[in-house]
């Protein structure tokens, strides 16, 4: 594997999912892969479960790992050519790309939607010039329009909970104060539209996510009549797609929050989300305390996909 920023890029689920399951067997199986090795993570956002999963699978292959917080300590850098550099931006990422990949040997890259231009953040600018300027295979932690290693633990999370082989998993908005990036929602649909799953999309209207990224999910606006049934609710907030409304909060109606209302009609669903989560906008604290919340050992498998996908790109350099 060249890179990963996409479902595209792990290429066969099964294979993926047999892998995870190794790896999950003996997670140092491959400790000799990276031996001499070095992993440079960047992280232009905050982060918790990314910075330790990563990390963590790293060294369970055997790589020695570099962390750069570029908002603490590094130079601000400037990331649009042509500009004047007579501001507060003292290096231009140009280069400070290429420099960052003179010492390592893979770099992985969390760079969020910044909301200031919906082309700027759909056509994924950082994350495409840290693959054309670092001469290192990239991965994403996430980046502006997806989060592939969240997806990738998600699916494996399914896996291992699942009890019919088609479950219904139904992603459902819920309130958040702030405006938070679709790159969760967008990679967790890309990635179900990937499986045989029945897989449901409920949010309040003008949330749309993007066409390419709905792909053949069915969509539902009636939050219960989406969660009939479920063998899992996936919550997560995320801000207004649309032309016109990108990147703003429309919605903050705390009747969208999980709670036991919604949880009653499904199937004794297991309750997911990503984490960090807002307790009592997202989800009560009833469901996520509940036996039925799945939330830390889907965190937990974030080590898992991180293992495979940092394997494949060590593979990949031979
Ligand atoms: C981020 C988001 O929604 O994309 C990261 C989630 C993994 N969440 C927040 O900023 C709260
Ligand atoms: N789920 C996730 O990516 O968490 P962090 O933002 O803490 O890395």
């Not at 099964?14 to 440079?40: C, P, Q, S």
Request: proline letters at 4%; charged letters at 25%; glycine letters at 6%.
């Amino acid at each position: 594997m060249k890179k990963f920023t996409c479902v595209q890029d792990i290429g066969d689920l099964h294979a993926a999912l047999a892998e995870a399951t190794e790896i999950k067997n003996d997670r140092f199986k491959y400790v000799e892969l990276g031996r001499n090795k070095t992993l440079m993570m960047v992280f232009f956002n905050s982060s918790l479960r990314t910075r330790l999963s990563t990390q963590k699978a790293a060294l369970n292959l055997g790589m020695n790992v570099i962390v750069l917080d570029i908002n603490q300590g590094a130079w601000k850098l400037e990331t649009e050519r042509g500009v004047i550099m007579d501001g507060d931006k003292s290096e231009h990422i140009l280069e400070a790309i290429p420099v960052m990949g003179s010492y390592c040997d893979l770099i992985g890259v969390r760079s969020f939607a910044r909301f200031e231009s919906r082309d700027f953040d759909y056509q994924e600018t950082i994350l495409n010039q840290f693959i054309q300027y670092s001469g290192r295979p990239v991965f994403s932690m996430e980046a502006a329009t997806r989060h592939p290693l969240q997806s990738f633990a998600d699916l494996i999370t399914i896996e291992e909970y699942k009890q019919t082989a088609r479950p219904k998993v139904v992603m459902t908005w819920a309130p958040h104060p702030n405006a938070l990036p679709q790159a969760v929602p967008n990679s967790f649909a890309e990635w179900m539209n990937a499986t045989d799953y029945d897989f449901v999309i409920t949010h309040p209207h003008g949330y749309e996510l993007a066409p390419e990224f709905v792909g053949n999910a069915r969509v539902e606006y009636d939050q219960l009549k989406a969660l009939e049934g479920a063998d899992f609710v996936y919550a997560k907030n995320w801000s207004a797609y649309t032309d016109g409304n990108y990147g703003k909060v429309l919605s903050r109606d705390r009747n969208w929050t999980v709670g036991e209302r919604q949880m009653a009609v499904t199937n004794n669903a297991y309750f997911m989300h990503c984490l960090p989560v807002r307790r009592n906008m997202i989800v009560t604290d009833d469901v996520i305390e509940s036996p039925r919340s799945i939330v830390i050992p889907e965190a937990a498998n974030r080590e898992i996909s991180a293992t495979v996908v940092l394997k494949r790109l060590l593979e990949g350099l031979k």
